[in-house]
C-alpha cells in the first residue's frame, strides 16, 4: 500500500511562540504568567483516527496534535463529535483554532491543507472468516453477502460508498460514528459480522482482541485535512510548522505506529500503556521501587514520563534525550552513566530522580514556598534547564517579585525571549525562546499527576 503525504507549502519550516509578550514593565508580573495557551480543535464526528481507551485520548490526529502543542507551548484542547455545520460556526465565531476533518468535508471551511493520508480495511471473527473461505466465498462483496456489515460514517467520503453499496446484496448494512474501537465489541457479541473502518483503526482492533482479524484492504487513499481560523495565530502557524515537522524522527515513528505494516502490536502495546485497572503504566514496579529508593511519588515521575514519551522506552529525540524520561547524555554524565545505559527503564527513571533531587537542591527555596511553587519551578528546571530559571528568579529579585513564585518565575522566564532583557546583568545565560513549551509541560505534568493522585493509590 502507497500512502500519499501532501507537502504543506510554507516560507520557513519551523517557528516557537513566545507568549505572553506585551508592553507591561518588569514589575507588573500578570496574575496568569504561569498559564500556557489553550490551542482548540474542532473534530469532524466522521473523521477516523481519534479514539479513547479507558478515558485515554489515541489515534494519529491526537498524536500529530499534541506534538504541535508540546513544541510550541500550547494546552491541547479538543472538541470531538461535531457536525460540518457545528464545526464551521466555531470557526467563524472565533471558538476553535483549528478544525481536523476529511479532505472533500473540509470544502467551504476556510483555507484548508490535507495532512495525511489514509485508506480502510475489512475486520471480521477469524472463524466467520475462515468458514466463508472453505464455502469458496473470497471476495469483499461474496463475504458480505447476507451478512450484517457495520461501515464508518467517514467510508462516505471515498470513491467505493457507492460500489459498496451496489455490489454487496444484503439489508443488513449499517453506519455508524463511533470509531473502530468502541465498535469492537458489536463485531465480537455477534451484532454485526463485519467492520469496514479505517486501516489504523483496523490495526488497533485486530491487535487488541483475539479472533478478530483484517480480512482486506482497500486500494485507494482518503486525505485527512485541517482547516485553521485565520484569525488564530496558533492555527495559522500549524501548517508552517508541519512542514518542519515532517522531517523530524519523531513524524517518522508517528506514521510507523499508525500507518506502516506490522505495527497493530506497537499500537496495541502503546494503548495499553497509557492507563490500566491496576496502575498507571507497565513501568509501575519499576518506578515505585526507583522512588521509594530515592524519596519521590512514584506518580510524579509516571506524570513526567507520560508527557515525555507517553511510556515509550525507546524513543531517543532529534536532540539526543533518551528513553522514558528523556535524559540528555549529559545528565547520565553528571552521575556517572554511561548515555547508552541510560535507555535502561529502571536506570533512565533513576536518573530523573536523581536530578529532581539535585535540582530542588540548588533552588534553595525560602521556608514559606507552598508546595505547588515549589513543583512548579523544578519542573520547568527538569524541562529548560536550571540556569534559565535562575536567570527569571533573579530578574523577578530585581524587579520586585517572588523568585519562589511560580507565577513570578513564569512571567520573567517568558520575558527572556525579549531583547530588552538580555544586557540585564541578571541574565546569565542569554535569550530563551522556549518559554511556552516549558510552561505548557508544567501544567500537562501538574494536571496528569492530580489526575493519577486521584485515582491511583500510593
Known amino acids: 500500500m502507497v500512502y500519499r ?32 495557551r489553550v490551542f482548540t480543535v474542532a473534530m469532524d464526528m466522521d473523521m477516523p483516527g481519534y479514539f479513547t481507551i479507558e478515558g485515554e485520548p489515541f489515534g494519529y490526529q491526537y498524536d500529530l496534535l499534541r506534538a504541535f502543542t508540546d513544541e510550541n507551548g500550547l494546552e491541547l484542547n479538543i472538541l470531538p463529535g461535531k457536525t460540518l455545520t457545528e464545526i464551521s460556526a466555531l470557526l467563524e465565531s472565533g471558538q476553535v483554532d483549528m478544525a481536523a476533518t476529511v479532505g472533500s468535508a473540509a470544502t467551504g471551511l476556510g483555507p484548508t491543507e490535507n495532512i495525511y493520508s489514509t485508506t480502510f480495511s475489512m475486520i471480521g471473527r477469524s472463524a466467520d472468516v475462515n468458514a466463508a473461505r472453505r464455502e469458496g466465498r473470497t471476495t469483499p462483496a461474496e463475504l458480505l453477502e447476507e451478512r450484517k456489515v457495520m461501515i464508518s460514517s467517514s467510508f462516505r467520503q471515498t470513491p467505493h460508498w457507492d460500489v459498496l453499496l451496489d455490489s454487496v446484496r444484503t439489508d443488513g448494512t449499517y453506519v455508524s460514528s463511533l470509531n473502530a474501537v468502541d465498535l469492537a ?10 467492520l469496514i473502518c479505517e486501516k489504523s483503526e483496523a490495526q488497533l482492533v485486530t491487535a487488541l482482541n483475539r479472533g478478530i482479524a483484517r480480512i482486506a484492504d482497500f486500494d485507494f487513499g482518503l486525505e485527512i485535512a485541517v482547516a485553521a481560523n485565520p484569525g488564530s495565530e496558533a492555527g495559522v502557524l500549524f501548517g508552517r510548522w508541519m512542514e ?27 494503548a495499553r500503556k497509557g492507563k490500566s485497572h491496576r496502575g498507571i503504566s ?46 540528555m547524555p549529559q545528565t547520565a554524565r553528571q552521575f556517572d552513566v554511561d548515555p547508552e545505559e541510560s535507555m535502561e527503564p529502571e536506570v533512565n527513571i533513576m536518573l530523573a530522580a536523581k536530578l529532581l533531587g539535585k535540582i530542588e537542591g540548588m533552588l534553595r527555596f525560602g521556608k514559606n514556598v507552598t508546595y505547588q511553587d515549589k513543583l512548579s519551578i523544578i519542573l520547568a528546571c527538569y524541562n529548560c534547564g536550571v540556569g534559565h530559571v535562575f536567570d527569571a528568579r533573579r530578574l523577578a529579585v530585581k524587579y520586585g517579585g517572588n523568585p519562589d513564585s511560580w507565577n513570578d518565575v513564569a512571567y520573567f522566564l517568558q520575558r527572556k525571549g525579549d ?21 505548557a509541560f508544567v501544567s500537562n505534568v501538574i494536571k496528569r499527576y492530580d489526575n493519577y493522585c486521584s485515582t491511583v493509590s500510593r
Open 5 to 36: 503525504f501532501g507537502i504543506l507549502t510554507s516560507l520557513f519550516t519551523s517557528v516557537l511562540l513566545v507568549l505572553g509578550c506585551n508592553d507591561r514593565t518588569p514589575s507588573e508580573p500578570r496574575a496568569d504568567a504561569g498559564s500556557a
Open 185 to 194: 465489541e458489536g463485531l465480537r457479541d455477534g451484532r454485526f459480522d463485519f
Open 244 to 270: 518542519g515537522f515532517r522531517q523530524s524522527k519523531e513524524y517518522a515513528d508517528l506514521n510507523y505506529i499508525y500507518l506502516d505494516k506490522g505495527s497493530a502490536n506497537l499500537l496495541a502495546s502503546k
Open 282 to 327: 507497565e513501568y509501575d514496579i519499576i518506578m515505585r521501587q526507583v522512588c521509594e529508593r530515592e524519596g519521590y511519588d512514584w506518580r510524579l515521575l509516571s506524570a513526567i514520563a507520560y508527557n515525555e514519551s507517553r511510556f515509550n522506552a525507546d524513543i531517543v529525540s532529534h536532540r539526543g534525550a533518551r528513553g522514558l524520561m528523556q535524559i
Open 419 to 439: 531583547p530588552e532583557y538580555l544586557a540585564d546583568d541578571a541574565v546569565k545565560c542569554g535569550r530563551f525562546n522556549g518559554s511556552g513549551q516549558t510552561l
